[in-house]
């Protein structure tokens, strides 16, 4: 099979495409053809030696997320068979081998089944962004603990750049639990693609006062905040509601006006879903499911995140737009459908 290897991180060039043996699925284990690879932010930052530590040195195949067929199931997996569609999740984390590759070895956890009708790149834009987003809407100390139609009824999410890939995410699961959503951007553009997403409300940063804006639109505040900048918190904090959430995924040195934060009771709290709790990320991975399995989680321009193509030659490339900040997901044609 062929395979997208670093042999030392580096730049995007470092990316070579070699021949390797296929693997065999263990006890407890599923092969995956996979069809389509997602670039992520954390996966260039692995890539380049900047990424999260995970104790796997190179070479190293990358990229977290992707989507495609099982190919083989080992001894004991139950749940699937081959020739079922699937996502997978963390594919590359504390591994040496990722997505960006024809076949990937799993944990039978970490390969969910997905109906017929959902395409590949809704597959493959889940992972990271999507379980992100989750963790996200679910931390407040209220829950709800896993989403569902409803969970969210009767609050308010304001969604801090509501076009990029946790946020579009963000966004279409906050609808999906039955929130009022309001999303940040910083172009018309942007708000465009936030709008499709879902969003009720949208405002661009660089045109609108966004505390006002948002006073206007929520008069008691965002009950849960997503946020995508450390600079924005002493803005959140003004809009943020009493009682209210605010989840930073995103890395970044924090200054927080505290006793404003202790006049509201607010809370705050920083994601990483690697290193989520088993029952947390359960949690995320089940509603992701059921919201991309019932047609409430959609990609493409018309959802708000376009889909850019490479080849699976072009796999630097790839890695390369994710760097420039591509807006839309980045995903390898790996193998066809």
Known sequence: MRAAVFEEPGPASVLKIVERELPPAGPGEVRVRVVLSAVNPTDTGTRAGKGVPDGVSPPRVPNQDGAGVVDAVGD???GLEPGDRVWVWDAGYGRANGTAQEFVVLPRRQVVRMNDDVPFEAGAALGIPALTAHRCLTLAS????RLAPGALAGRTVLVSGGAGAV???AIQLAKWAGATVLTTVSSKEK?????AAGADAVVNYREEDVVARVGELAADGANII????TDNLAQDLDVVAPGGNIAIYVGGKVTIPSFKAMLKNVSLDFVLTYTTT???KDNAVAAVAEA????AFKVGEEAGLPILRYPFEQAGAAHEAVERHAVGKVVIEVTRP
């Open 278 to 280: 088993d029952e947390e």
């Open 226 to 229: 997503v946020e995508v900048n």
């Open 167 to 169: 946020g579009n995410a």
């Open 76 to 78: 004991g997996v139950t």
């Open 191 to 195: 708000a465009d693609l936030a709008t």
């Open 142 to 145: 209220d829950g709800p603990e």
């Open 292 to 295: 991309v399995n019932s047609g």
